[in-house]
């Protein structure tokens, strides 16, 4: 089994030295979360990760959930340690105390996010999209709806699913079918098939929410005639008690490839009773709240595997012997394998990948909780564009990273990383769903590219806060090759992102085909901006824990040198164009 310890001194690290967000910073309602708030926080969620999550993974991965007599289970010890886990209060981290949550923001529940998702991803699933349905029922629902779905969800003993796929509709969600036929009491009829849906069915808990994508029948056609239903599994009576079975019910769940403790469910809508949320046909919108951010979720899950992935990794590879490295003193036998300078250089592809990665989404939930409440508008809506910006990328880099990091960790094992003793190939396969749901990445870096690139100037403003940073580091004699470095890389970014907005009317495939090596070079460049602003705070605090700064530093430099330079690739394989791809006749 892959063991794990969370990596608390790194969060604490940022937590207390780059939550440097003025406008997050004068946010009246985490006022009086402080660092020795998140430390006891963290702490309690390393303890709940580590002892009670991390054995389901293996259990879940040899047990999967099954489905017999139209029931849905999920694998052994799953119930025992849902209701620790809701007893205990974690599902509510970040909800609104107005619900029964904690109110914490996400700049401590995105680093509960990545321990869960490191220590299994299939049990995180549960509770996950029961925070997306809360999300979108908190920011769309009328009162009613709130008071009577939300205190449940809350505290845990409801769950809830997000509804989208059909067995014709998966990216392009303007081919759906499922029906919805208003009824006299205001409530509406549901009819129809979703497929592929997370917990959608499940022993965990009294109730499932689902949130259903369907047309009522005066719907246009395409994305601008979908409607969101909030249907529960068992209906629910104005008082909140339960009412009779609704007419949901599963068809099967699937076989999969990973995540096997994660039952994904077909269901079937049999005029089951909906309440529509928000107004009829802006439904897509409304479901974008959850979907959006969702996307940073999976991002991040990709950001705990692959953190899992790295501690085994290096575990490993200073317990194996073999080989005689470049400077072995060693005269009888082998060297560690940590000694030989292939193996340093993958382990340090991840070390530097996810430390930076975790800068990152640490910057982003700043920018997130900004764009949810800060008073001025202008400010909120500044956050908001950034986040928007940054949202694809990181979803995809990400997940794409997590699947060359578990790969990376596999082969440091060797061939005890193939076989199942260790736990390594489950990271991989648990890691592969993760460039695939929630938009598949090919979509986000076409969202990014044909549609966040020309929004306003959002892309020109994040190139100026990057530049401003540059500037201020190129003063700092010992950060100043770095800076440069970054400058270097920047301006073939810009270049990049020009011939873009150049090409973006005239050569659309040239574009398309572009997409995803933009979003790797964004994603890269935001990793160096991330490893530049921790960069700055290590030399000034170096003298306070050196052993840790040091490490900071050299990582920095490894990034840096090591990773940044593909974007050298990228750009010139992107701009090549289209030629050699839309022109080739396949047989
Ligand atoms: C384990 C699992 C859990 C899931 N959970 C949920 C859930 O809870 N709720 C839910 O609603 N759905 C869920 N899904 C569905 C998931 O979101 C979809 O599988 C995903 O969005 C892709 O849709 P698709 O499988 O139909 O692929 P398709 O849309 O058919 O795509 C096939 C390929 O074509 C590419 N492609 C499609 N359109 C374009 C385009 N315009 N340009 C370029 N390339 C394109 C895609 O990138 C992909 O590579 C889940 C799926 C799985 C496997």
């Given at each position: 089994m892959a063991t794990y310890s969370v990596p608390i001194e790194d969060m604490m690290f940022l937590f207390e030295k780059l939550r440097d967000n003025p406008h997050y910073n004068v946010l009246e309602k985490y006022k009086e979360v402080n660092p020795n708030l998140a430390k006891d926080i963290l702490e309690q969620a390393a303890k709940i990760t580590e002892n009670l999550i991390l054995p389901l993974a293996k259990v879940g991965d040899e047990k999967p959930a099954t489905f017999e007599n139209g029931v849905v289970r999920t694998p052994p010890g799953y119930k025992a340690a849902y209701k620790k886990f809701i007893d205990?209060?974690?599902?509510?981290?970040?909800?609104?105390?107005?619900?029964?949550?904690?109110?914490?923001?996400?700049?401590?529940?995105?680093?509960?996010?990545?321990?869960?998702?490191?220590?299994?991803?299939?049990?995180?699933?549960?509770?996950?999209?029961?925070?997306?349905?809360?999300?979108?029922?908190?920011?769309?629902?009328?009162?009613?709806?709130?008071?009577?779905?939300?205190?449940?969800m809350v505290k845990g003993i409801w769950s809830g699913t997000m509804c989208l796929t059909e067995s014709v509709c998966g990216t392009d969600l303007g081919l759906l079918k499922t029906k919805a036929v208003e009824q006299s009491n205001g409530t509406y009829e549901l009819t129809g098939q979703k497929i592929f849906i997370t917990s959608g069915d499940h022993d965990l808990t009294e109730n499932i929410i689902h949130l259903v994508l369907a047309r009522t029948p005066d719907a246009p056609l395409g994305t601008k005639g979908i409607s969101l239903f909030l249907v529960p599994k068992i209906q629910v009576k104005e008082d909140g008690s339960l009412g009779p079975r609704n007419g949901v019910s599963t068809g099967s769940i699937e076989s999969k490839m990973g995540i096997k403790g994660s039952a994904t469910c077909v269901l079937n809508f049999d005029g089951a009773v909906g309440h529509i949320i928000g107004p009829k046909n802006e439904g897509l919108s409304l479901m974008f709240t959850m979907m959006n951010l969702e996307r940073i979720v999976v991002g991040i899950q990709g950001l705990g595997i692959s953190e899992i992935a790295y501690q085994n990794a290096l575990n490993y590879s200073k317990e194996r012997k073999q080989g005689k490295s470049n400077s072995s003193k060693t005269k009888n036998g082998a060297d560690l394998i940590i000694d030989h300078a292939d193996i340093r250089r993958s382990l340090l592809n991840m070390k530097s990948i996810i430390e930076g990665e975790r800068a990152l989404s640490f910057w982003l939930a700043q920018q997130t909780e900004v764009s949810l409440?800060?008073?001025?508008?202008?400010?909120?809506?500044?956050?908001?564009?950034?986040?928007?910006?940054?949202?694809?990328?990181?979803?995809?880099?990400?997940?794409?990273?997590?699947?060359?990091?578990?790969?990376?960790?596999?082969?440091?094992?060797?061939?005890?990383?193939?076989?199942?003793?260790?736990?390594?190939?489950?990271?991989?396969?648990?890691?592969?769903?993760?460039?695939?749901?929630?938009?598949?990445?090919?979509?986000?870096?076409?969202?990014?590219?044909?549609?966040?690139?020309?929004?306003?100037?959002?892309?020109?403003?994040?190139?100026?806060?990057?530049?401003?940073?540059?500037?201020?580091?190129?003063?700092?004699?010992?950060?100043?090759?770095?800076?440069?470095?970054?400058?270097?890389?920047?301006?073939?970014?810009?270049?990049?992102?020009?011939?873009?907005?150049?090409?973006?009317?005239?050569?659309?495939?040239?574009?398309?085909?572009?997409?995803?090596?933009?979003?790797?070079?964004?994603?890269?460049?935001?990793?160096?901006?991330?490893?530049?602003?921790?960069?700055?705070?290590?030399?000034?605090?170096?003298?306070?824990?050196?052993?840790?700064?040091?490490?900071?530093?050299?990582t920095a430099n490894f990034f840096f040198n090591r990773i940044l330079p593909r974007i050298d690739s990228h750009y010139k394989s992107a701009t090549s164009g289209s030629k050699y791809i839309m022109d080739f006749k396949f047989n």
């Open positions: 205990d209060g974690w599902v509510s981290l970040s909800c609104d105390p107005e619900y029964g949550g904690q109110g914490m923001p996400k700049t401590i529940s995105s680093f509960f996010d990545e321990m869960l998702s490191s220590a299994s991803l299939s049990f995180k699933l549960y509770s996950e999209l029961s925070i997306g349905a809360y999300n979108c029922i908190f920011h769309h629902g009328n009162n009613s709806i709130k008071k009577i779905f939300l205190p449940n409440h800060h008073k001025d508008n202008k400010i909120k809506e500044e956050a908001l564009d950034l986040v928007s910006l940054m949202t694809p990328v990181v979803k995809s880099l990400f997940s794409d990273m997590g699947m060359e990091i578990t790969s990376d960790a596999m082969q440091i094992f060797g061939g005890y990383g193939y076989t199942k003793d260790q736990g390594i190939e489950q990271l991989y396969r648990d890691n592969r769903i993760t460039p695939i749901y929630e938009g598949t990445n090919s979509v986000q870096s076409i969202d990014l590219v044909f549609r966040k690139l020309t929004n306003k100037d959002i892309i020109g403003r994040y190139f100026k806060l990057i530049e401003e940073e540059i500037k201020k580091n190129k003063n700092q004699e010992k950060i100043k090759p770095l800076a440069e470095k970054l400058d270097e890389y920047l301006k073939i970014t810009i270049s990049f992102t020009n011939w873009i907005k150049k090409n973006i009317k005239d050569s659309k495939d040239d574009v398309s085909a572009a997409c995803n090596d933009y979003l790797k070079v964004l994603g890269l460049i935001a990793l160096a901006y991330s490893w530049l602003r921790v960069l700055d705070v290590s030399y000034k605090e170096l003298s306070k824990n050196k052993k840790f700064f040091e490490a900071k530093i050299e």
